[in-house]
């Protein structure tokens, strides 16, 4: 894309169930390379890594540079992440990822460069409020429908982490003893809302007689699972079921998001998410109106935004936590000026 | 109480829909006289702030001080408080509250003493963590079990107040298109667990022919509502509708507070208010349980204490939002020693 790059560069890492998504950027965040490959659905955490460090390598590729350029790489992983550590544990969506590993090392390893990583919806949290539709708040939640519902939580223009785990505005409980969550607790927001679930509901409603075309909208297009792509066809089409679903979807994510709201009072909430992305601005304010029969301070609604970055919001969220050479040069220039 | 009172002197002032509470502290927040009369039901805002200057009065002659002799004196005030303002407004629960109402100037103008006016539930919740059973923690989330059920974020070491009115866990929902509000809204935590709401289901069932001998212990003890007390008396006696309404009230509990711990991962909860307070420790326990299931980071669930203040939570918070003489003398001198 770019061959005449100026300044430090930095790599980013997208690293989710369905792709690993991998971009180079420079010292104004421009992405000047991307790369994208299926996630391996086989072995283990080690072949993860691999197939990470072969989409950078494709992503120096496309920007025509060198890996041994980049003055570091940021990943986002799902899961639980030791951010000290750079270790990675818990995530369920990736093959034989049982307990902790780590990635930062192995990453390091096999490209030579310094590697840092962070949780996936957090980095792209913190992506919406430097670069994307966050930019003028000083608080914020992000809101990720996709798969299942991440949400991050920006507070005073910092990410709250709380213990670690913070921003699980999935696990909302929106109807106690209500549906079984992809999670195995009962009346989360995500057993409404999230894509895995949504698939679910979408079988048994099929199996029991429900007409609809998502499953052959699917064989169509030659996908084991409906993506969002999928119930977007389905809803272009008309499909009575994928219309419930969606409509379902929509009002819990309302009232999930609205309590969230009533409890932290963030100045914007940003809506981002493989469906989220893809349904776009018509369902950003279909959830906003869903929402506002539920606020408690009802007359200043806080603005709902799409996210500014879509889809490479989790890679530029991986970027920007990537270690950086400036910083401590000039940390060391100070300490030699002073 | 005490006539020798060394140091400086500050007042705090608990304006509750039924009664209102002043005490007199010092510098170690010691409580050195307290005063309690019941909330005007007629009249208007200057009415209450008449009552409110005659209870710091009372309290100052428990203490055998002198009005004059205090620094400052805070308030706690239902509603929505404007701090810089000191003003309150949308006051429900107090007399002929409409529109927004200069208590702080009110008072000054009566007393003679600065006055600074904050949130009852952030003042208590402050007091919580500052003298409290939060002092331990740098993080937490107060939860006010009564009337309504009010809520008090600390992050960071810091009352988090949002662009004013953060904290409505009351009005998260937990059963969407669930049973009306107070608020007028449907399905809110509120709706199941506040005291308010539980009379109004109590009478409902109570008429709809179901045994109860909550009103029948209303009438003995001279009460025209169900206060916490009479909860507490009909729950002792094994009252089954009682019983079932406040099993319900701490089932909506767990599922609201562990939808707040799962967004924001605080370090504790601590469970105050009327019921919770006259409820106690079993109480805290069953809350605690009841939220387990719901808890996504499942492996370390925060610890869940009562409020160690007890009623005097909303009292001492008040004291230590006073204007206070100390720190203004220091600046002065700093700036004269610099």
Redesign the interface.
């Known amino acids: 894309m770019a061959n005449s790059a100026q300044g430090e560069l930095r790599g980013g890492i997208d690293l989710g169930g369905t792709k690993i998504e991998a971009i180079i950027v420079d010292d104004a965040n421009t992405v000047l390379g991307i790369a994208r490959i299926p996630t391996p659905t086989t072995g283990g955490p080690s072949d993860v890594a691999t197939a990470m460090a072969g989409v950078i390598q494709q992503a120096a590729l496309a920007a025509s540079v060198e890996v041994a350029r980049l003055a570091g790489i940021g990943v986002g992983s799902p899961g639980t992440v030791d951010r000290q550590a750079g270790s990675v544990s818990g995530a369920r969506n990736l093959p034989g990822w049982t307990g902790s590993f780590p990635l930062a090392a192995k990453l390091e390893a096999l490209l030579g460069r310094p590697v840092a990583v962070g949780n996936d919806v957090e980095v792209a949290t913190n992506a919406e409020h430097v670069l994307g539709a966050g930019k003028p708040y000083d ?1 914020l939640l992000g809101v990720f429908w996709g798969t299942g519902i991440g ?1 991050g ?1 920006v ?1 005073e223009r910092k990410l ?10 999935g ?6 003893n209500g549906r079984r969550c992809t ?1 195995g ?4 927001l995500e057993a409404y809302a999230g894509r895995a679930a949504m698939e679910i509901r979408a079988r048994k409603l099929h199996e029991g007689g429900m007409h609809t075309d998502l499953f052959e909208i699917m064989s169509q297009h030659g996908h084991d699972r409906l993506t969002s792509g999928i119930w977007q066809r389905a809803i272009e089409s008309g499909d009575k079921l994928a219309h419930k679903l969606v409509d379902r979807a929509v ?2 994510l309302g ?2 998001i ?3 709201v ?6 914007a909430v940003i809506i981002g998410g493989g469906l989220g992305v893809r349904f776009g601005h018509p369902y950003v304010e279909r959830i906003a109106a869903e929402m506002r ?2 606020l ?2 009802d007359d ?1 609604p806080p603005p709902v935004h799409l996210a500014g970055l879509g889809d490479l919001g989790g890679a530029l969220g991986a970027a920007l936590e990537a270690p950086r050479r400036g910083p401590a040069l000039t940390a060391i220039s100070g300490r030699l000026d002073g």
């Open positions: 608080s949400g939580i507070l709250w982490l709380g213990r670690g785990g913070a921003g699980e505005i696990h909302t409980v929106i109807r106690q999670c607790r009962r009346g989360c009002s819990a009232a999930g609205a309590s969230a009533n409890l932290l009072e963030v100045e029969p539920h408690f301070v200043r």
